[in-house]
């Protein structure tokens, strides 16, 4: 998994860990005995599908939105901080 996640996009490689849930159920129906209850079963339906849906999302192309992390800071932004600002905090901690 770890060359999975180094390799391929976090959104694709994350779904194919959900199937460790239903391999978990049947080993624990197999060897334990346990059987599946209904908010078990809800809540794994639940999680594996939207596992899915983002999986099914992301086949589809690149999103229109930016991640924060790419986005550009605009000078007009108020939480964008002026560099003579940051000169000032960076000299008086150097």
């Known amino acids: 998994m770890i060359v999975a996640y180094q390799t391929g996009e976090a959104a694709v490689v994350a779904p194919m860990q959900y199937s460790q849930m239903l391999w978990a159920t049947a080993y624990g129906w197999f060897l334990f005995g346990e059987k599946l209850d209904l908010a078990m079963g809800l809540g794994s339906a639940l999680i594996i599908g939207s596992g899915l849906y983002i999986l099914a999302r ?11 992390s790419e986005a550009r800071l605009r000078a007009e932004s108020v939480t964008a901080p002026r560099s003579i600002l940051l000169r000032r905090l960076l000299r008086g901690k150097g």
């Open 58 to 68: 992301e086949r589809r192309g690149p999103s229109v939105n930016q991640p924060a």
